[in-house]
């Protein structure tokens, strides 16, 4: 896996960083033929530190973001995370993916997809039909607060495009705009 390691907030990359996330990024190649590129980001804040983890392939992007006291912890940690979210959606990838060529050629064949499927068969999902609201951003942010959700779907005012609200991991809200 090609890898790159940047420091933000004042952490400085040391080699025995860099060599760590390496040696733990290598965990996750067995799930892939292809070698794919990976991108760490190692922040420190006051009370702890941050690691951001992305890897971009040509059909969806995997990324896992964890906050530690240690950055060792915290590189385990994403690491885990990223594997967990491999081995839970590999079979859904698969399926839903497999008209895109290529896709099938991104996963390894020696990973027992039977055993996965079965541990990832789970309640049916649940479907609901909307009709979007016409409104702005701040009416769609006291809308999904009186709902009690994470995020609305909305007809911005404007644009009268559809518009996804979400509330962020750090309390700010974010807009997903479509064209």
Do not use: W
Not at 14 to 37: C, H, M, P, S, V
Not at 107 to 113: H, K, R, T, V, Y
């Amino acid at each position: 896996m090609k890898l790159e390691v940047r420091g933000k907030n004042g952490f400085e990359v040391t080699q025995a960083i860099e060599n760590y996330a390496d040696e733990k990024l290598g965990k996750l190649e067995r799930y892939f033929k292809e070698e794919l590129d990976a991108v760490v980001v190692c922040k420190t804040y006051n009370d702890h530190h941050k690691v951001e983890v992305t890897i971009p392939t040509k059909f969806f992007t995997m990324r896992a973001e964890v906050g530690e006291e240690d950055m060792y912890a915290a590189i385990d940690q994403a690491i885990d995370k990223l594997e967990s979210q491999i081995r839970k959606n590999k079979t859904k990838i698969n399926r839903s993916l497999r008209k895109k060529e290529g896709v099938a050629d991104l996963f390894n064949e020696d990973i027992d997809l039977d055993a996965l499927e079965r541990e990832l068969v789970g309640p049916p999902v649940r479907k609901k039909e909307i009709t979007p609201e016409e409104m702005s951003s701040e009416e769609a942010i006291t809308a999904m607060n009186m709902l009690g959700h994470d995020f609305y779907i909305y007809k911005d005012a404007e644009t009268k495009r559809i518009n996804v609200l979400y509330l962020r991991n750090d309390g700010d809200y974010a807009v997903i705009e479509t064209k």
